[in-house]
């Protein structure tokens, strides 16, 4: 089935950093991608939807100028979280959608997730 | 917010059938039926989906009522690899509207 890479799979840092998070297709050009936060114990929201070549559009209350979001090929997506502080400490996932092509009858695709912890 | 109504958890039996029940009693004529799973510290894995007729595949079988107001997951001959919270998502099967996820249900598959 279609891939979904990310990476890194896990990183922790200190407080004030900035990390960045990739998420690539690996067989498909994903025409759209979006980016989802997890908290424990929780089900996944929604943060933002990306389409390549354009800006972001993010849910409400999530901060566009901490979560920069790049969707500059079809291929790669990526999540920078800006001066990170431990309340960001998450479990960060990206999934991957396209519009035609054998991977189009599932609507996204995801990847492993990233583990963010901000010490 | 979702669309969809699941119990909070349930048990099987290893080798027993799972059945998990959703609600939606507002889905729209558009609208699919999704399932998709997720394994502690993974992403979501998609499972099956369907609009009104049941459906199967390798996975599991989707069973929607006529008025498609609910449906059932059913997975067969559940394993303990099969211990995961799956999610029962609406959803225009066109465009690039993003996956709403609920709650879900927490299956426990006990040995």
């Known amino acids: 089935g279609a891939v979904v890479s990310q990476h890194p799979s896990w990183v922790i840092c200190k407080s004030g950093t900035s990390v960045k998070i990739e998420c690539r297709s690996l067989d498909f050009q994903a025409t759209t991608m979006f980016w989802y936060r997890q908290f424990p114990k929780q089900s996944l929201m929604l943060m933002a939807t990306s389409n390549e070549g354009s800006k972001a559009t993010y849910e409400q209350g999530v901060e566009k100028d901490k979560f920069l979001i790049n969707h500059a090929s079809l291929t790669l997506s990526t999540l920078t979280v800006t001066s990170a502080h431990p309340e960001d400490s998450s479990f960060y996932i990206c999934s991957a959608s396209t519009t035609g092509g054998r991977h189009s009858n599932q609507p996204q695709h995801f990847g492993d997730g990233t583990r963010l912890s901000i010490l | 917010d979702a669309k969809t109504t699941q119990p909070t958890s349930m048990d099987c039996a290893e080798g027993r059938a799972a059945n998990l029940p959703c609600n939606h009693s507002?889905?729209?004529?558009?609208?699919?039926v999704y399932w998709y799973r997720q394994i502690h510290s993974q992403g979501p894995q998609y499972i099956i989906h369907?609009?009104?007729n049941n459906e199967t595949n390798e996975m599991a079988s989707l069973i929607i009522t006529e008025d498609r107001k609910s449906s059932t997951l059913i997975l067969p001959h559940a394993t303990l690899r099969d211990t995961a919270v799956y999610y029962c998502?609406?959803?225009?099967?066109?465009?690039?509207?993003?996956?709403?996820f609920g709650k879900g249900t927490r299956l426990s598959v006990i040995a």
């Open positions: 369907g609009l009104k």
């Open positions: 998502i609406v959803r225009p099967n066109s465009g690039n509207t993003p996956l709403v």
């Open positions: 507002t889905i729209s004529g558009n609208e699919y």
